[in-house]
């Protein structure tokens, strides 16, 4: 052989070796490629996270604090929620409890509590309470479940009338050593429990939310603070409560996860939201501050994925750092602090990641009413109309603070529906681009507000062309403020059907919160 020809003979030679393996290299790479997931039709996405997203550039996800009303919507007024001890006034009602609204007559019901008993209020538009006298516990609104932090839920699983409504809560005068062994034989982690107060907590079930049956054995050791929440695919239930001392996590106060599909026997709990040396740096800016801790968790399932409200405690010491002194009237302060409330997100209410900058969703002031701290909150929002509603409990001091000082009140914080975090782009454009589906609908629209911007939406192919037809410049969107403002092109109102297709938005000076698909 003419060696002069010899590499061109080996490229033709390895050129056919490719042409013949090219067919198998395609099918290789297809098998290795993932199937392409559906999107529901009219199921959200929300641009809390970023498991939706394949890239972006040039935009921030943003958080936005809640709007607030000028006034609390309920406070300590009525004689059985007044407390008068040495002579000193003490104004506490709070919301660690619930608010349900009714599907057909948009009519509100809640359940909250004072320093001893949970009371019952309802409302027609989520602003005027009303206390009915119930007459369960006396001549008052006092339902007969006497317990601390009562988190209630409607049961839509529930086949047993009798059982319709589920609460979970903690009682502080148990001290029955037989119960807290058998609960002890139950887990694993429970050497660290030495809670001298006996706090257990237990389960209960009601007919119609007023007249409570609580089961006799306690269903988990644990702390105070509890919050009840029911996966809507599954029907089983999920317990947020704050555990103090558990080994497996540093500091004090932490949330922990135990789920049970009976309220009876539940799982092992385990640590979902802990504080870490980026909350205790936030923490030592503060005079004083020393570590942070995280009080409670209200996880709500929506738009296929969860959303929840943590509530912040960064510790300060000594009091006298936060309020000028260590007692009032000889009563000497507790631990001392501010709380506000961050949001977290979670693809399966167990695991859960921090969302943006931490800033927080819904921040102290500017009113008195809650300018101390938020000490927790409903288990779920309320969606009125195009708002999403949380209520919560306002403090006018820090934790710590005592009666007369101090006064906790039931607030309303409020949000446009999905605009809890948006992806914000400014002056200079900026775009994202999710990762390939197949959509069950095919009308896209968006919440966004581009009032002073501008939005226009790409249509590519699992290859990352843009399909003909649905370029940028071809997308006609009126740009405008909108929780539900539809796209369409030059010559379609409809995505391409049934074949894996990505998004990608191109905005500048606005916020886009969610889009769907119809």
């Known amino acids: 052989m003419n060696h002069r020809h010899q590499p061109f003979t080996s490229f033709l030679v390895c050129l056919g070796a490719l042409t013949m393996a090219a067919p198998l290299l395609a099918q290789e790479a297809n098998r290795e490629r993932p199937p392409t997931p559906l999107l529901k039709k009219g199921e959200k996405q929300l641009f809390v996270d970023s498991v939706m997203i394949r890239s972006k550039q040039g935009v921030t996800r943003v958080i936005h604090p809640a709007k607030k009303l000028e006034k609390p919507v309920l406070t300590a007024e009525m004689p059985w929620e007044v407390k008068i001890k040495d002579g000193i006034i003490d104004k506490r009602v709070n919301i660690y409890g619930t608010v349900l609204r009714d599907e057909k007559t948009g009519s509100f019901r809640m359940w909250y509590a004072d320093a001893g008993s949970v ?14 006298m119930l007459k369960v516990a006396g001549e008052n609104n006092e339902t007969n479940l006497h317990l601390h932090s009562p988190s209630i839920i409607e049961d839509k699983f529930e086949t047993d009338p009798k059982k319709r409504y589920k609460a979970v809560g903690n009682a502080g005068m148990d001290r ?47 702390c105070d603070t509890i919050t009840l929440s029911q996966d809507p695919v599954t029907g089983e239930y999920l317990a947020f409560h704050k555990r103090q001392g558990d080994p497996r996590v540093v500091g004090i106060r932490h949330v922990f996860l135990s789920v049970s599909k009976d309220m009876k026997h539940w799982s092992e709990p385990h640590p979902v939201h802990v504080a870490d040396e980026i909350d205790n740096k936030a923490t030592r800016k503060l005079k004083g501050g020393t570590y942070s801790e995280y009080y409670n968790l209200s996880a709500f399932a929506y738009a296929g994925q969860w959303l929840g409200f943590v509530t912040h405690f960064r510790r300060v010491e000594p009091p006298s750092a936060l309020f000028g002194n260590d007692e009032v009237n000889g009563q000497k302060r507790s631990a001392t602090g501010i709380i506000d409330v961050q ?23 500017p009113h008195a009413y809650d300018a101390g701290s938020i000490f927790g909150l409903c288990n779920a929002p309320v969606f009125v109309g195009d708002e999403l509603w949380m209520y919560y409990t306002a403090a006018t001091t820090p934790h710590g603070g005592l009666a007369p000082e101090k006064e906790q009140s039931i607030a309303l914080a409020k949000w446009r529906v999905d605009g809890l975090a948006s992806m914000q782009a400014k002056d200079k454009p900026g775009s994202i681009e999710t990762h390939d589906f197949i959509p069950q609908g095919t009308h896209l629209s968006v919440n966004a507000d581009f009032g002073k911007g501008r939005l226009m939406v790409e249509v590519l192919d699992a290859d990352g062309k843009t399909v003909p037809g649905f370029e940028k410049e071809a997308s006609m969107i009126e740009n405008q403020d909108a929780v539900k403002l539809p796209i369409r092109w030059k010559n379609s109102a409809s995505l391409p059907a049934g074949i894996p297709i990505r998004l990608r938005f191109h905005l500048q000076n606005g916020d886009l919160f969610s889009y769907r698909i119809d």
């Open 119 to 132: 009371l019952y209020a309802t409302s027609a538009d989520g602003i005027s309470w009303e206390r009915p």
């Open 176 to 222: 029955d050593d037989a119960k807290i062994q058998r609960l002890k034989d139950k887990f694993e982690m429970v050497d660290w429990y030495r809670d001298k107060l006996h706090r257990l907590y237990y389960a209960a079930y009601s007919a119609d939310g007023l007249r409570w049956t609580i089961d006799p054995e306690p269903i988990l050791l644990g």
């Open 343 to 365: 949001l977290v997100t979670s693809r399966d209410g167990r695991h859960w990641d921090r969302c943006s900058d931490r800033s927080p969703v819904i921040p102290l002031g």
